[in-house]
């Protein structure tokens, strides 16, 4: 059974492509993933079946073999890094929370500083596996 990895799947198209291990890229259509997935990672590697199709060779019966590591998971701080920013976090919005109950919105500066350090925080506990 030939191997690849998953050069890229778009799950709103329906389809993406496969290289295999050989170097020869193969069509990659939604029906030929495993029952319920729905979508694969760029450098997910797989395991397949080939079949000529209409416009070349087409995967068939794809087995994930391993999934693409996650470069979210991989860079984001250790625990106890992320428990000082999430302790500074929340005395900055203890601040902006005071502010409001005067009947004071933060600045646009302050505004943009809370937003994109929220962001960022959301960003490292949001990981996906």
């Known amino acids: 059974m030939p191997s690849g990895r998953v050069r890229w799947f778009d799950a709103n198209k329906g389809y993406g492509f496969i290289t295999g291990d050989d170097g020869k890229d193969v069509f990659l259509p939604s029906a030929a993933l495993p029952a319920g997935v729905t979508t694969l990672r760029k450098g997910a590697k ?55 109950r005067r009947r004071r919105y933060p600045s646009a500066a302050e505004s943009r500083k809370l937003a994109t350090l929220l962001r960022a925080v959301a960003d490292n506990f949001d990981v996906q596996d």
């Open 46 to 100: 797989v395991e397949f079946s080939v079949a000529d199709g209409r416009k070349g060779p087409q995967a068939m019966d794809v087995t994930l073999a391993a999934a693409a590591p996650s470069l979210v998971k991989a860079t984001r701080p250790k625990p106890d890094d992320m428990a000082a920013i999430v302790e500074d976090l929340i005395k900055l919005l203890d601040s902006a929370g005071n502010g409001l």
